[in-house]
């Protein structure tokens, strides 16, 4: 599957599990792609923003992550950094519950839901586990998110992520950016 470049820009707006406002800038290099943006949103009662600037190589491996997030409880800062053949290092450590994932997810992001459908590129009707390295917004510990998606429509992809419960088709647009995330986030720009 091809994909159009991406947009400039392009920003979301969280409704349902939280209230909120996404907004991300698309930077293509030599080298891959900068991804860098910032979710402000208030849930279940509580503020909190997220500033993130991700670089992705030429496959759309995850290869650096740097994540801020700041709440009434302070500021925290980690970065990941990926080797982009599935081995990472958190804040400089070494992270083996992390092998085999190539996709960091952050959970204040809809924007991090592009990095699989590009990286993958998957046919018609075809399915992939794409297990992330999944940054949790106030504390930004990361763990391991099991994910698979399936490309059931043009831009339609049937997405799973058990641990959480989670079942939706995500649609996107031609450049593989998400437009409706439903539940989470609908695109605005």
Known sequence: MAFAPLPVTAAWRHQDARTGFEVAYFFPGADGHRLEGCTTA???G???AVDYSIDVDTAWATRRASVTCRSAAGTRHTLLEADGQGGWRVDGAPTPGLDGCLD???ESSAMTNTFPVHRLRLAMGAGASAPAAFVRVGDLR???LDQQ???VADRGYDYAAPVFGVACRLVYDGSGLVLDYPGLATREA
């Open 149 to 151: 998606y399936e490309r």
């Open 42 to 44: 208030v849930e279940a």
């Open 104 to 106: 960091v997810d952050l």
């Open 142 to 144: 990361v763990e391991r």
């Open 46 to 48: 509580l503020t909190w």
